[in-house]
């Protein structure tokens, strides 16, 4: 493909082992606009693979151009990019876009295009078949939670939050390495936004991208983020790390004012109001019958609050202010709803509107503290889970490590086996041979034994033509004299006699 | 109204109507495919765009008879040449048209330019398949005027001999004759809202997001 330097196919998608190479790498790159503003000055930072990281930062702080410059939408004044190694500058940009899903927030969907048809964009650019686009589109569709009788509806009929989604699903289709995301969920609201974070970091347990967010909300950086890099105002990195290194050891006091500024009150956004205690409180229908000091509520007949009895003056009704859903408002809401009622207590109704029941800011307050030491624990428990992970890593590695030990050793084992087999079937071979030999020299002796009394004519002959010279030649020549003669072999003693006679007249 | 002098007149009528539309409407087409590219090159340069649409607007407001005097001499064609109307037409549907599209191109949101480039569309790809769309709902409302206004200016191209329904205004005012008049501005009438009902349907066919989102 583009990387001519890339060395593995799949390019660290396990972690750390891609850690040291399949990243993004600014090295010292300052960005200075035409009117000689400055969005980035000497930023150097390592975006590890297959992490979320979140640059985060005031508005001005350059976290924008940061991530722009990532995909070439701008390129840097000075300094360089590094994408595995490889100059940003030597991919051609739509080629390099087109392998980075890019999100941006409200979506930025194709309004002129269905779901599907907006989700199949980069497939189409790249050229897929309509088969394998469609089909790939419609598992995205799943994978972002939504129905598939949203396919075929236009970005304007969707809610903010379902555009969103379909903004990821799009941005995901071609299955890029990287993930950029431009504020992907500040333009939906906090209950929604919440379930997009929970389903964010489920999507990205399954595909493992290189992701890079940039946010103003430092509450979803911490909520998010692998690693946060904080930005100042003039493009300056200030502190990058884990949320615990940040929230922990902040480098400075603008660092750790950004990261404490408004969490607590902020983090009631996050939180669903449906854990408060709700207590309850005297309703009656006319203010007028109202005749205690307690807050009194009054309600209509279907039980909706209507405001509360005025105690200053009989009869009349003081100003209800904001009730909340338990179910689904936020925490926030109901704080809200304590501090603009004129008795202190917010009003929490059903989702018909049906009073629900009563709770005062102090009940929020506590059920806050409660929350804040929850937050203080998920963040104990997100390291808790981190360290786990290298464990189970470190044990997985410790595991491959022992399995190649031991198929090291079986393979030694199995080359011993071999040699020893081989050793085996050498001393058989020779057993045998030595048994052959045996044998051999037994069917030697028992022939030797068995022509014992052969031995006469082969010996006795030679004797007896040494009596007899005259038939010598005939012993070294048998078969000459065989078939010359056609008579029985020398050793035939009947024939000795004669043999000698013939070869006598042979000779003559 | 005289019935008797229609139903006796009726091809005189029928080739009137078939010339003034042929009149009218060949210049719509030609000025699509002009004001394309005309308005894709006034829109990319940016600050001059306005400049360059006011000239337009200047150039829509010129005198159709001055036009047919020039373009003859300009084209090198006879003055009676049914093409001095059909170029007159062209240039001012042209003025029109290539407006709508700067208008259109103009609307079509920021965010939306940014993601297609964020997600690899060529400046070429991106002008086909996201700007020019979504700039249609505009330049159809654009082209509605424009085909409507061309079918009303036809007329005057019987003020240098080329037939159209002015031909039947033309006879009817030479004869003191009312009845022609009344054909000719109802059949232009009939034919402009013909016109614009089928743009609007040609609109819905082929825009339905615009349709759903509205």
Same mark, same amino acid.
């Given at each position: 493909?583009?990387?001519?330097?890339?060395?593995?196919?799949?390019?660290?998608?396990?972690?750390?082992?891609?850690?040291?190479?399949?990243?993004?790498?600014?090295?010292?790159?300052?960005?200075?606009?035409?009117? *000689?503003?400055?969005?980035?000055?000497?930023?150097?930072?390592?975006?590890?693979?297959?992490?979320?990281?979140?640059?985060?930062?005031?508005?001005?702080?350059?976290?924008?151009?940061?991530?722009?410059?990532?995909?070439?939408?701008?390129?840097?004044?000075?300094?360089?990019?590094?994408?595995?190694?490889?100059?940003?500058?030597?991919?051609?940009?739509?080629?390099?876009?087109?392998?980075?899903?890019?999100?941006?927030? &409200?979506?930025?969907?194709?309004?002129?295009?269905?779901?599907?048809?907006?989700?199949?964009?980069?497939?189409?650019?790249?050229?897929?078949?309509?088969?394998?686009?469609?089909?790939?589109?419609?598992?995205?569709?799943?994978?972002?939670?939504?129905?598939?009788?949203?396919?075929?509806?236009?970005?304007?009929?969707?809610?903010? *939050?379902?555009?969103?989604?379909?903004?990821?699903?799009?941005?995901?289709?071609?299955?890029?390495?990287?993930?950029?995301?431009?504020?992907?969920?500040?333009?939906?609201?906090?209950?929604?936004?919440?379930?997009?974070?929970?389903?964010?970091?489920?999507?990205?347990?399954?595909?493992?991208?290189?992701?890079?967010?940039?946010?103003?909300?430092?509450?979803?950086?911490?909520?998010?983020?692998?690693?946060?890099?904080?930005?100042?105002?003039?493009?300056?990195?200030?502190?990058?790390?884990?949320?615990?290194?940040?929230?922990?050891?902040?480098?400075?006091?603008?660092?750790?004012?950004?990261?404490?500024?408004?969490?607590?009150?902020?983090?009631?956004?996050?939180?669903?109001?449906?854990?408060?205690?709700?207590?309850?409180?005297?309703?009656?229908?006319?203010?007028?019958?109202?005749?205690?000091?307690?807050?009194?509520?009054?309600?209509?007949?279907?039980?909706?609050?209507?405001?509360?009895?005025?105690?200053?003056?009989?009869?009349?009704?003081?100003?209800?202010?904001?009730?909340?859903?338990?179910?689904?408002?936020?925490?926030?809401?109901?704080?809200? &709803?304590?501090?603009? &009622?004129?008795?202190?207590?917010?009003?929490?109704?059903?989702?018909?509107?049906?009073?629900?029941?009563?709770?005062?800011?102090?009940?929020?307050?506590?059920?806050?503290?409660?929350?804040?030491?929850?937050?203080?624990?998920?963040?104990?428990?997100?390291?808790?889970?981190?360290?786990?992970?290298?464990?189970?890593?470190?044990?997985?590695?410790?595991?491959?490590?022992?399995?190649?030990?031991?198929?090291?050793?079986?393979?030694?084992?199995?080359?011993?086996?071999?040699?020893?087999?081989?050793?085996?079937?050498?001393?058989?071979?020779?057993?045998?041979?030595?048994?052959?030999?045996?044998?051999?020299?037994?069917?030697?002796?028992?022939?030797?034994?068995?022509?014992?009394?052969?031995?006469?004519?082969?010996?006795?002959?030679?004797?007896?033509?040494?009596?007899?010279?005259?038939?010598?030649?005939?012993?070294?020549?048998?078969?000459?004299?065989?078939?010359?003669?056609?008579?029985?072999?020398?050793?035939?003693?009947?024939?000795?006699?004669?043999?000698?006679?013939?070869?006598?007249?042979?000779?003559? | 109204?005289?019935?008797?002098?229609?139903?006796?007149?009726?091809?005189?009528?029928?080739?009137?109507?078939?010339?003034?539309?042929? /009149?009218?409407?060949?210049?719509?087409?030609?000025?699509?495919?002009?004001?394309?590219?005309?308005?894709?090159?006034?829109?990319?340069?940016?600050?001059? =765009?306005?400049?360059?649409?006011?000239?337009?607007?200047?150039?829509?407001?010129?005198?159709?008879?001055?036009?047919?005097?020039?373009?003859?001499?300009?084209?090198?064609?006879?003055? /009676?040449?049914?093409?001095?109307?059909?170029?007159?037409?062209?240039?001012?549907?042209?003025?029109?048209?290539?407006?709508?599209?700067?208008?259109?191109?103009?609307?079509?949101?920021?965010?939306?330019?940014?993601?297609?480039?964020?997600?690899?569309?060529?400046?070429?790809?991106?002008?086909?398949?996201?700007?020019?769309?979504?700039?249609?709902?505009?330049?159809? =409302?654009?082209?509605?005027?424009?085909?409507?206004?061309?079918?009303?200016?036809?007329?005057?191209?019987?003020?240098?001999?080329?037939?159209?329904?002015?031909?039947?205004?033309?006879?009817?005012?030479?004869?003191?004759? /009312?009845?022609?008049?009344?054909?000719?501005?109802?059949?232009?009438?009939?034919?402009?809202?013909?016109?614009?009902?089928?743009?609007?349907?040609?609109?819905?066919?082929?825009?339905?997001?615009?349709?759903?989102?509205?």
């Amino acid at each position: 493909m583009i990387r001519a330097d890339q060395q593995a196919p799949g390019p660290g998608r396990l972690g750390n082992a891609g850690w040291e190479w399949a990243l993004i790498e600014f090295k010292s790159v300052t960005k200075t606009y035409r009117d *000689g503003t400055t969005a980035v000055h000497d930023l150097s930072l390592v975006i590890p693979s297959d992490k979320i990281t979140v640059i985060v930062g005031p508005s001005g702080c350059g976290k924008t151009t940061t991530l722009r410059m990532i995909n070439r939408m701008l390129e840097p004044t000075s300094g360089q990019i590094t994408w595995d190694r490889n100059p940003l500058r030597n991919i051609r940009k739509t080629q390099l876009r087109r392998e980075m899903g890019y999100v941006i927030q &409200s979506g930025g969907l194709f309004p002129h295009r269905t779901v599907l048809e907006n989700i199949q964009t980069v497939p189409h650019l790249l050229g897929w078949k309509k088969d394998r686009s469609q089909g790939r589109a419609e598992e995205l569709l799943a994978m972002v939670g939504l129905e598939s009788r949203l396919a075929n509806r236009y970005p304007s009929q969707l809610s903010g *939050g379902q555009q969103q989604r379909v903004g990821v699903a799009r941005a995901l289709a071609a299955d890029p390495r990287v993930l950029l995301m431009d504020e992907p969920f500040s333009a939906v609201d906090p209950v929604v936004r919440a379930d997009l974070h929970e389903q964010f970091l489920e999507i990205q347990r399954q595909v493992g991208k290189t992701i890079v967010m940039i946010t103003h909300d430092i509450d979803e950086a911490i909520k998010l983020g692998d690693q946060i890099a904080i930005m100042r105002v003039g493009g300056v990195l200030a502190q990058v790390g884990s949320p615990q290194q940040l929230l922990e050891e902040p480098v400075d006091d603008f660092v750790a004012g950004f990261v404490g500024k408004d969490r607590g009150y902020r983090g009631l956004s996050f939180t669903s109001a449906s854990g408060l205690p709700l207590g309850s409180v005297q309703l009656v229908r006319d203010a007028a019958s109202a005749r205690t000091d307690a807050p009194v509520l009054v309600v209509d007949e279907n039980a909706n609050p209507l405001g509360w009895a005025d105690r200053t003056r009989p009869g009349q009704v003081q100003m209800l202010g904001t009730t909340f859903e338990p179910d689904t408002d936020t925490m926030r809401m109901a704080l809200d &709803s304590a501090l603009n &009622s004129p008795v202190g207590l917010a009003v929490a109704v059903a989702q018909n509107g049906r009073f629900a029941g009563v709770v005062t800011a102090s009940q929020i307050l506590d059920q806050v503290r409660h929350l804040k030491a929850s937050v203080a624990d998920a963040i104990a428990a997100r390291a808790e889970a981190d360290a786990a992970r290298v464990e189970a890593e470190a044990a997985r590695k410790e595991a491959e490590s022992v399995r190649q030990e031991a198929s090291r050793i079986a393979a030694d084992a199995d080359a011993e086996a071999d040699e020893a087999a081989r050793i085996e079937a050498a001393i058989k071979a020779a057993e045998e041979k030595e048994e052959q030999a045996r044998s051999a020299e037994q069917a030697a002796a028992a022939k030797e034994a068995a022509t014992t009394p052969a031995p006469t004519p082969t010996v006795e002959p030679e004797q007896e033509w040494t009596w007899d010279p005259a038939a010598e030649p005939k012993v070294g020549r048998t078969d000459a004299g065989d078939a010359e003669t056609g008579d029985p072999r020398p050793g035939d003693s009947t024939a000795g006699d004669s043999n000698a006679g013939d070869a006598e007249s042979h000779y003559r | 109204m005289n019935w008797t002098w229609i139903s006796q007149n009726t091809d005189l009528i029928g080739s009137a109507l078939g010339e003034h539309l042929l /009149l009218a409407l060949l210049p719509v087409l030609a000025s699509i495919v002009l004001s394309i590219p005309i308005g894709f090159l006034v829109f990319h340069t940016r600050s001059a =765009a306005n400049v360059i649409l006011a000239i337009f607007g200047a150039i829509y407001s010129i005198p159709s008879l001055a036009l047919f005097v020039v373009l003859p001499l300009a084209l090198g064609t006879k003055i /009676l040449d049914p093409l001095n109307v059909a170029v007159a037409l062209t240039i001012y549907t042209t003025a029109l048209l290539s407006r709508s599209v700067v208008d259109g191109l103009r609307e079509v949101p920021a965010d939306v330019k940014q993601a297609a480039d964020a997600i690899g569309y060529g400046p070429g790809r991106r002008f086909w398949g996201v700007d020019l769309p979504l700039s249609l709902p505009v330049i159809f =409302a654009g082209l509605r005027v424009a085909t409507v206004s061309n079918i009303a200016l036809t007329s005057i191209s019987v003020l240098i001999g080329t037939p159209s329904l002015g031909t039947l205004f033309d006879q009817g005012f030479n004869q003191g004759f /009312l009845t022609p008049v009344w054909v000719g501005l109802i059949l232009s009438l009939v034919v402009a809202l013909l016109a614009d009902l089928v743009i609007l349907l040609i609109q819905r066919g082929a825009l339905p997001w615009a349709r759903r989102a509205a």
